[in-house]
């Protein structure tokens, strides 16, 4: 057994960037109550597990999210585990500041760190009132894939705040349909939403789920056709706390490589400490 696991993660590496990169941006799908001006908001910690092919539990994903009428701010850290661990060694920080303005959020910071394999990689992404974005990386993007322009990361948004965004519009018009320009520091591509029919899920009851597919712009591979369908996956959200909530609970991303899947494991906040796995 433990041959067929350090094969099957060994395979899994190939893609491990894209498809754990795609299940961190879930952290930030908790959309937080607004308190009232001044006040300091209540964070919401989320833990996620997260496996791959036939349950191989392989990474820990925590997140804390707080948001108030005036600013947002979202911190979450994922790490390997077991085999998986000793293959990619892969542990990644991730933070994103930014305000929120009349239909719409804004980010002006977002830090990451990640160290995998044995290699350290930082981003930090800068934004301007005017829409106007910068972006510091080390290393250097590699020479093999397409390199963004100004005019592809002009207006663009995070990772961790697309994914509030997203959060916020099922919130209030009960609607997954969405498409959204995000840079990620190296990588530029639209997320795209579709509603699909609520499904009731153990534990958690009945809960909306979302249809989402991402299309490649700059920073992939060079052989890569631009706007290609990439990777498709879909996500579950129910009402666990009091108020206008919506919380991720269950996402599945699949690709040529394999299917990962990422639990909600833990809740706490607003008054709620909910534990759901181990």
Not at 4 to 24: D, N
Request: some cysteine.
């Amino acid at each position: 057994m433990r041959g067929s696991q350090s094969a099957y993660v060994a395979r899994m590496h190939r893609r491990s960037c894209a498809y754990w990169h795609a299940l961190l941006l879930l952290a930030s799908f908790a959309v937080c109550r607004a308190q009232a001006n001044g006040a300091e908001p209540e964070p919401i910690y989320l833990r996620f597990e997260i496996s791959a092919g036939l349950g191989i539990h392989f990474m820990t994903l925590q997140a804390t999210v707080a948001y108030t009428r005036e600013t947002y701010w979202i911190s979450a850290e994922a790490k390997t585990r077991g085999v998986a661990d000793l293959l990619l060694d892969l542990h990644s920080r991730f933070e994103v500041r930014g305000r929120v303005t009349p239909g719409a959020l804004r980010p002006y910071v977002m830090r990451a760190e990640t160290h995998r394999r044995g290699a350290d990689y930082r981003t930090r992404i800068d934004y301007r009132a005017d829409g106007n974005v910068s972006a510091e990386v080390s290393p250097p993007p590699d020479s093999r894939v397409t390199q963004a322009v100004p005019a592809q990361i002009q207006g663009t948004i995070d990772q961790l705040t697309a994914y509030l965004v997203l959060a916020r519009a099922v919130a209030a018009r009960r609607s997954c349909t969405l498409r959204l320009n995000v840079f990620d520091g190296r990588r530029r591509y639209d997320l795209e939403f579709a509603d699909a029919s609520a499904e009731p899920l153990p534990v958690f009851g009945t809960a909306q789920a979302c249809r989402m597919t991402r299309y490649k712009i700059a920073g992939f591979p060079v052989d890569t056709a631009a706007g290609a369908r990439t990777d498709g996956g879909k996500v579950w959200l129910a009402r666990l706390l009091p108020g206008e909530l919506a919380i991720p609970v269950r996402v599945e991303f699949a690709g040529e490589y394999g299917t990962f899947t990422a639990e909600l494991a833990e809740l706490r906040g607003h008054g709620a400490q909910l534990r759901f796995t181990e």
